[in-house]
Nanobody
Framework: QVQLVESGGDLVQPGGSLRLSCAAS????????MGWYRQAPGKQREPVAT???????WYLGSVKGRFTISRDNAKNTVYLQMNTLKPEDTAVYLC????????WGQGTQVTVSS
């Protein structure tokens, strides 16, 4: 198993940017897939972005071109750069890592509002 701690969530105005971080308790080199989900109030959890150990990425259609996922193996950290944020991006963002099953962080709140 791996422990994950997210940070970087905040209140931001529409059009603003945030960078979320997901720090793992150990090396992420061997973790095949890591990424981010989000869950808004009253809605189902949905995948936002994933990144493989080889660097391949996938994005939810509504965030393509605005969000960028990356991983720094030296820092055991995955990032989600979020630009041009919209009110509909408001949610709790949760990091996951697939190692001996799916591991989840506690989540970080992102609120986009004027």
């Amino acid at each position: 198993q791996v422990q994950l701690v997210e940070s970087g969530g905040d209140l931001v105005q529409p059009g603003g940017s945030l960078r979320l971080s997901c720090a793992a308790s150990g090396s992420i080199v061997s973790i095949s897939v890591m990424g981010w989900y989000r869950q808004a109030p009253g809605k189902q959890r949905e995948p936002v972005a994933t990144i493989s150990s080889g660097g391949s990425t996938w994005y939810l259609g509504s965030v393509k071109g605005r969000f960028t996922i990356s991983r720094d193996n030296a820092k055991n950290t995955v990032y989600l750069q979020m630009n041009t944020l919209k009110p509909e991006d408001t949610a709790v963002y949760l990091c996951f890592a697939d190692k001996y099953g799916r591991n989840w962080g506690q989540g970080t709140q992102v609120t986009v509002s004027s």
